[in-house]
DNA sequence: TATGAATGAGGCTTCATTCAT
DNA sequence: AATGAATGAAGCCTCATTCAT
């Protein structure tokens, strides 16, 4: 059971395993039903070795945080690309957020779920990295703004209120598509892009926004929601 | 500290003395951290007459869900006045969910984030309550549209979706609501509104939503939702 | 092995046996070497009734001195009978105080050995008993130094100092009886008043001894008590 | 912290390192308390070194009492100059003994404190050098006794128990004068001397002090020493 | 209806000690 | 001569749960 128990490693891999288990355990069982038993034998190593490289539970599982936390961030900025327009950029980040979230669905519930559930301190090691999100959505709006020429007086805080708005969603969404077999993280950002984009209002309106066509990118191709042709 | 120490109370009250206790200790501590003993205690009761009355910490809890859910669903429900118009309804039914959840935080901890994070058990108790809710928003969105006379043909699939994204977004919502000082259920409802409506494509072409003023409402005094209507 | 099971008993009589079993096990094993199921298993209880009543191995240590302390004050107040000249009481209570070590060798290792050497918290609860100690001694110098119509300008400073010593060697000469087999409470006492009353100066007769000048000496030079001079 | 590391020492050297580094932890922490873990990052030097050296905790703990026990028996055979007269030699004896306790704390404190407490095999090893110590102070009362050409006869029994007495209250006088800043070693053998020499019994002049006989009391019959006859 | 007394089980943490280089 | 990597064993403490009244 667990990693194939290699003797003698460097302390820098191994921590990598450890913390590898302590997602999956954590991400599983939830923090406080997690045992440090459980997550030792899953890394393939002794209980006081974990103690010896990462402190404590506490300590290890906000090391998890920090790690799961950052990797989420790099992977949205690195899917924004910043050469696209912004509205293109806020689209890929989302699509590379959701396929994050999908594929590492222990580190999502590490951070979603565990971190906002037990205890101040894990909590704030969230927030801050929600507060980036939101920070760089938010630019992401101003941008896609300006590039529309339009309301170059749009107050940062209420921009920050639709990015706080938008996030949300976009967590809630992640959790739903995780639970919803055949979602793709495709699919879900264009559902969030049209639900943010033209609103419900403009869904009655008959005017859509529509995705990109998806040439050499990693996700599956197909949009979920039928898209209307836009208006002309 | 806790309950006044009354003797022989009927069960029924003393239940609900337990569950209040239970609540409260759920909800600030998480599941888990929460101590029978603790909760006893609170309840001004000894430990073996909750084990009478509610048989394990796993069915008290389950209890717990089961109440604030049915209270939750139900103030919702109550406060979408079903003889007003759609968008209305799902404006007052908003408001009604944010005034909730603000009065309630015990509660909506219990369901938003414990409930969640320990077991598919717990889980799958609050997905019936979110899916009960889902569905209602869903049928007011297509009451909506067909009140506006707009696409008759929309698919509920569709609906549902952007449904679950409104309210992931009133999830979230709540818990941003409750941690920032000053922001009351109304505006956290206006906020959303205007999201979900007018969405972020509207607000670069320079629309806005106007909440309406408030004639005779249980909350705060302003009306409800100025749809505007569509650009041609 | 331990006491006898005897089931449910009042929580006052428990708490004694589980102090007789810790004061045995801390006596013997030492504190840090005492094991919490070491002392539940020879009160012939589980350890979480332990915990229920005396909190903690700190404060199950804590209450141990205490108790202890206050037993062996007692019983030297006790010994020493107040309508006796001071000299009778002296005696009376050394008597007395190395009976009680010598009945309860425990306790005493308890007080003199453990409570000294495993961290200053309990070594101040000691102290406490000590000084009291000291207190009671210096007070019995002075009265019978009163009753022997000497030296009414006795400083109390001086006085307490010898009686600082008296004390150390007290408790010195208790573990030595106790070490000892075939030395009796008495033969100690004796022992002892001999050594302070006649002192080894009587013994060869050479009555004050005078400390030497310091010449290149590397301490400090002042001696610290002012030796009178002879008695006539 | 700790040692500079210095690399490739000759054994030796490295072994009176881990040593001064273990007297420093056990004196400190206590035996118990104490990790090898510490001692060895105090010896700035790694643990299996320790043990390749001093083969265990227990065998490290014999070396340093050993060690200790040398240096303070030699201090104060060194101390008392064989060439002075018996009462002088006691007197510096005592003063180097004071002084190397007040010195070396932590050594005092293995000695006095920590291998009392932590197992017969210990206790044993300073048990000896107490004998050697109280030997050596018999020595000198029975030589200051044949200097002042008094008593001859005097038991080696009898004084021997005043040599137990004279070095007891020697040894918690050197954790008095250790515990209360001001007293140098030379104030605490004076009052010592004061003490052994004139005894309380000179302060009130009472001369010698009788025993009480021991009708009906609890304890056993025989006086142990051979009180002398007051004088006239 | 209600509770004081009691426990089996399990979790976090630390330590002395060794292996392989 | 010296160490980074690793662990078996054990200790403190807490908890959900029950018994006997």
Redesign the pocket.
């Known amino acids: 059971m667990g990693a194939v128990k290699t003797?003698?490693?460097?302390?820098a891999v191994?921590e990598q395993q450890m913390l590898d288990a302590a997602v999956r355990t954590f991400g599983n069982r939830g923090y406080m039903a997690?045992?440090?038993?459980e997550i030792a034998e899953l890394a393939g190593?002794?209980?006081?070795?974990v103690?010896?490289y990462l402190n404590?539970?506490?300590d290890l599982f906000t090391a998890c945080i920090r790690r799961e936390a950052r990797a989420l961030t790099e992977a949205v900025r690195v899917g924004a690309r910043p050469e696209l327009p912004a509205d293109r950029q806020l689209w890929s980040g989302l699509t590379a957020f959701f396929t994050h979230t999908a594929r590492h669905p222990d580190g999502w519930a590490v951070l979603h779920l565990q971190a906002r559930t037990h205890g101040e301190v894990f909590a704030a090691e969230v927030a801050a990295m929600r507060a980036e999100i939101v920070a760089f959505v938010t630019q992401l709006i101003l941008a896609a703004a300006r590039e529309a020429h339009r309301d170059p007086d749009l107050r940062e805080a209420e921009v920050s209120g639709l990015a706080e708005a938008l996030v949300g969603a976009a967590e809630s969404l992640a959790d739903w598509a995780n639970a919803t077999p055949g979602v793709t993280a495709r699919q879900a950002a264009t559902t969030l892009m049209n639900f943010a984009w033209a609103g419900l209002g403009d869904l009655m309106a008959g005017r859509h926004w529509t995705p990109p066509d998806d040439s050499g990118d990693v996700d599956a191709p197909a949009a979920q929601i039928e898209v209307t042709s836009p208006a002309g």
Chains 1, 2, 3, 4 share one sequence.
């Open positions: 003797k003698r490693m460097p302390r191994r997690a045992s440090m038993d190593v002794s209980k006081p070795l103690y010896l404590s539970k506490e």
